[in-house]
């Protein structure tokens, strides 16, 4: 018995002097652990992914639509927006500028017509989302503030820009959107005092 526990000590000493021997990574003996952190651009590109989706999907969850006395239709929230959040698309049909202009004389010669195009810029192009058409969104009906909890973003969805609205700030449920119309022409003003304010 004491020769067997003799051979097995030494065997256990050669063992254990091979391994010394050699050299060997840490990662031999631990597994590598990586990283959950995201880059800049995946994160990015993550939003993006999600705000494509949105807006591909017309979703409009977490808003009401009320009658506010002395100013018309609003939209209100039904739950908590954080800042950055998609709310909802400012949808319509994508016309030119030139197309835009008619359609907005055409639209002042009727009383009982509204005009609700939004003009913007992409790409070195001039383009406006004309709602004007009666229909069940909710963007076009968003009313405007100066100092609004929304601001506009223009998404490429399909080589097609649109205008998604964002949360400039939290928004708590109840609230009224708004966003700045941006318009500040003497005609305008004139035409629609409540644009100073």
Known sequence: ???????????????????????????????????????????????????EYALRKGV??????????????????????????FVVEYCGELIDINEAYRREKKYEMDENTGCYMYYFKYDGHHYCVDATEETDKKGR???????????TRTIIVENVPRLALIAKSDIQKGE???????????????????LAS
């Open 60 to 85: 409009e969850d977490g808003l009401e639509v009320k009658c506010i006395e002395n100013k018309g239709r609003g939209v209100f929230t039904t739950r908590d927006f954080l800042k950055g959040e």
């Open 176 to 194: 009224e959107l708004l966003y700045d119309y941006g318009d500040r022409s003497k005609e305008s003003l004139r035409n629609h005092p409540w």
């Open 141 to 151: 009906l968003i009313n405007h503030s100066r100092t609004g909890n929304l601001l």
């Open 1 to 51: 018995m004491v020769k067997a526990l003799k051979q097995k000590k030494e065997k256990l000493s050669v063992n254990i002097h091979s391994i010394f021997e050699q050299n060997h990574k840490l990662t031999d003996y631990y597994q590598i652990r990586k990283s959950d952190r995201r880059t800049k651009r995946e994160v990015q590109e993550e939003r993006r992914k999600l705000l």
